[in-house]
């Protein structure tokens, strides 16, 4: 058995614990901060990559936010029968599709990112430039870690942690 050099009842502080906690709270509240302002977090992302990227094609976009052609395709119907994207065949290559904001995507991108701001402000409230500096690197590790690690193996030293 794997002895770590910390144990969980030390102090109670557990990071994967406390991270997970921490981004479901995060993240409800990111999400009813994007359905206040008419939209939802799938649609942030498509509009913000589009915003940034121009017309793009579906794989691109898919590729971009991380997700399946399959859920792309369905977020892009949705997106498009709501009038703040269209799609375009590439005149380059007509098996492809190009997708672009509307001049209501953009209106919408618009609103959905003044209340982005507004939460992005309200997380890094009392936060200085160092710590967030520090908070970015240590997510960093912590997910190069995560992906490092194999469910059911033991890290290279021994030790049970991650170095």
């Given at each position: ?90 005149p380059a290559d007509r098996r492809v599709w190009r997708v672009e904001l ?13 209340a982005a701001l507004r939460f992005e402000t309200a997380l890094r409230r009392?936060?200085?430039r160092d710590e967030l500096a520090q908070f970015f690197t240590t997510l ?24």
């Amino acid at each position: 058995m794997v002895s770590p050099d910390w144990d969980i009842d030390d102090d109670g502080q557990v990071v994967g614990r406390a991270l997970a906690f921490t981004g479901k709270v995060v993240a409800a509240r990111f999400e009813e901060t994007m359905a206040r302002a008419g939209g939802s977090l799938p649609t942030w992302m498509v509009l913000l990559t589009l915003d940034r990227a121009g017309p793009v094609s579906q794989r691109e976009l898919a590729r971009r936010i991380h997700v399946e052609d399959a859920t792309v395709t369905y977020h892009v119907d949705r997106l498009e029968s709501a009038g703040l994207v269209s799609r375009t065949r590439d005149p380059a290559d007509r098996r492809v599709w190009r997708v672009e904001l509307t001049p209501d995507g953009t209106e919408t991108f618009t609103r959905m990112k003044q209340a982005a701001l507004r939460f992005e402000t309200a997380l890094r409230r009392g936060l200085g430039r160092d710590e967030l500096a520090q908070f970015f690197t240590t997510l960093e590790r912590l997910n190069a870690n995560a992906e490092a690690f194999v469910p059911g193996t033991v890290p290279p030293d021994g030790s049970g942690r991650s170095e």
